[in-house]
């Protein structure tokens, strides 16, 4: 499984570090009110609400340097838009390795 980095924050800041700073402090107060809400709808198979926090947490990804689960998320978004969750386990892996990273930030 790929793992996330900074890489693309510091790209991203070209070297200043306040708006580096700025951007971490975004993504680590809005990631868990995400997963939280992510998760409620789950549980209560509201999946198309579900399908809407997939679209703002897959950007996350991006900014962490998961291009493979950006792109996952894509594909479980549509597919929670249908009612599928076949894909929820892969999803779930990938947020409890993003969760980790960001706590580690």
């Known amino acids: 499984m790929e793992q ?3 890489n693309y924050i510091n790209e991203l800041s ?3 570090k306040e708006f580096e700073d700025k951007l971490i402090h975004v993504i680590k107060s809005e990631w868990p009110d ?3 809400e992510y ?3 789950m549980k209560n198979s509201a999946f ?3 399908a809407q926090n997939v679209h703002k947490i897959k950007h ?3 900014i962490v ?3 493979e689960g950006y792109e996952l998320a894509v594909q479980y978004e549509l597919q929670l838009k249908d009612g599928n969750t076949i894909m929820k386990e892969q999803f779930q892996n990938i947020l409890n390795v993003v ?4 706590n580690g930030l």
């Open 39 to 41: 998760h409620e709808n």
């Open 4 to 6: 996330p980095n900074r």
């Open 60 to 62: 996350k990804l991006g």
């Open 99 to 102: 969760t980790r990273f960001i």
């Open 65 to 67: 340097g998961l291009v």
């Open 14 to 16: 070209g070297g200043n």
């Open 48 to 50: 198309a609400k579900a």
């Open 34 to 36: 995400e997963v939280e």
